[in-house]
């Protein structure tokens, strides 16, 4: 029987979090050759893992400080106490460290994404993404396998590491189908639509080019309500806020909300009546799958790793093109069977994506991995 430890240092908000959690509270790491499994987090992260008889759980002064503690312990601490207890890593966040053999995973397309990166123009933004991109890709290079969230990110990873493909696994992640369901009142009558999108407020999410298209529909008569959910990117808050000053009395229609608790997710999907997401880039698209576990009819942006989890269960829009947007809205708006055919449709492919199916994927991945 191995030990399998896990370094999940630099994880501490979102995607990454839930990821962890969830893959941890299904798996059965016996099942896969696994006696142990440590994990090196911090206090915050550590304290939402649920406790395991096979799970033991460490920390470090350095893991609960800044990002030059965490790398001093990467480099110099870790790697020693590691090679004393375990046989294999999985590192989560694909940091570059000094072990062999070790299993990462790609949950961050940006730095891979040329086009994306060069939207933040000449900002320290950029300049972060081209050193992630270095780090990781020495990572990825390194590692004995890969775990990759589609097959998009796959094939634009591969672009840099020739290769690549010959290692890897495609292991989508999942929603919680029990928190996120669908609204039981949802076939009632509207006076007036709610639109939802949950993403932070970033340059390749185009939330202007949503509230523009919604602003000029409510301009043009329709009885409309636009919600935006998520953290902030400054400069494209600015680039929101300047596209919403040019209506008049836009705080009527369009609600902003920065600071929401992942708790408050399924209330806020439950009330909405149409989803949007106008994200460009994406390595998997967890948001996605809440609102079609939630029930939601979608207008989802042309992207390919969005397209593979929502196939032919929404409809599409060109997410640099506020016109293209306000076609399909036109078409939800003046459709319900439509809106209530997408919902169903939805809920039976959110189905397909579960954390168990991710989990014993996972831990069987590692494995093979090890032994091979």
Not at 94 to 103: A, E, K, Q
Not at 203 to 213: G, I, L, N, P, S
Not at 314 to 328: E, I, M, P, R, V
């Amino acid at each position: 029987m191995a030990i399998l430890g896990i370094e999940a240092s630099n994880i501490g908000s979102g995607g990454g979090i839930t990821h962890l959690r969830e893959i941890l509270k299904c798996a059965n790491p016996t099942q896969y050759g696994f006696e142990k499994v440590i994990l090196w987090a911090s206090d915050q992260l550590l304290e939402q893992i649920q406790n395991k008889s096979w799970l033991e759980k460490r920390q470090h002064p350095y893991l609960n400080r800044s990002i030059f503690h965490r790398t001093i312990w990467q480099k110099f601490v870790f790697p020693k106490e590691a090679k004393e207890v375990c046989d294999v890593l999985f590192l989560p966040a694909g940091n570059n460290i000094d072990f062999y053999p070790y299993v990462s995973i790609c949950q961050n397309l940006l730095p891979f994404d040329a086009i994306e990166r060069a939207r933040y123009g000449f900002s320290l933004m950029r300049i972060r993404l081209k050193l992630l991109q270095q780090i990781q890709k020495a990572c990825y290079a390194r590692a004995k396998g890969m775990i990759f969230l589609s097959q998009h990110s796959l094939n634009l990873t591969e672009q840099l590491i020739p290769n690549i493909s010959n290692k890897s696994i495609i292991i989508p992640h999942a929603a919680d189908s029990e928190m996120f369901r669908p609204n039981a009142e949802d076939n009632q009558p509207k006076q007036k639509l709610k639109i939802l999108y949950v993403s932070t407020i970033d340059v390749y999410k185009h939330q202007d080019t949503v509230a523009k298209a919604v602003l000029e529909l409510i301009n043009e008569g329709y009885s409309l309500e636009l919600t935006l959910v998520g953290g902030k990117y400054p400069a494209s808050y600015n680039k929101l806020l300047a596209t919403l000053n040019v209506f008049r009395g836009w705080e009527n229609h369009v609600h902003i909300l920065t600071q929401v608790s992942f708790n408050e997710l399924p209330t806020i999907y439950a009330q909405a009546d149409i989803f949007v997401l106008a994200s460009t880039c994406e390595t998997f698209g967890i948001i996605l799958l809440e609102a079609m576990c939630s029930g939601l009819p979608i207008l989802c942006a042309y992207n390919p790793t969005l397209e593979e989890t929502l196939e032919d269960n929404g409809l599409y829009f060109n997410a640099l093109d506020h016109t293209s947007l306000k076609t399909q809205l036109i078409k939800l708006i003046n459709n319900p069977t439509l809106r209530h055919e997408l919902s169903l449709n939805s809920i039976r492919r959110s189905k397909e994506y579960t954390w168990q199916k991710s989990s014993e994927m996972t831990f069987e991945f590692i494995s093979k991995t090890l032994n091979s």
